[in-house]
């Protein structure tokens, strides 16, 4: 009975011991940490540094989904309709047998219609 109660008092010590080594290791990691953010700060040169308000994951988005799909509509279709402005006004070719015969000063000597639908 004697033995057992001096391992009961060994145990609770170890896990004194281990519960002060683990607060001293969290202790030694934090300062470890500030440390590493005040090397940092100080290459940069930036002194006096503090976060006023810790950040925080906002409860609500900042625009809702049906706002940012029909922005994203309307842009689509302005883009679209740019888009189709700008390749009709790179488009290089012919349209008529007239701009043929102004272009290249020859005279145009057969010319397909284009059929009516």
Known sequence: ???LDGQAI???SLIREAKANEANYLLYLGKREQERTADALDKRRIANVAIAVPPTVPALPVHSPLTVTLLG???AVFASIAAAFLADYM???FLTPDEVADTLNLPVL???PR???
């Open 10 to 12: 060994k145990q609770a």
């Open 115 to 117: 059929r009516a639908a």
């Open 110 to 112: 057969a010319s397909v």
């Open 1 to 3: 009975m004697v033995d």
């Open 73 to 75: 509509f309307v842009l």
């Open 91 to 93: 488009d290089s070719s």
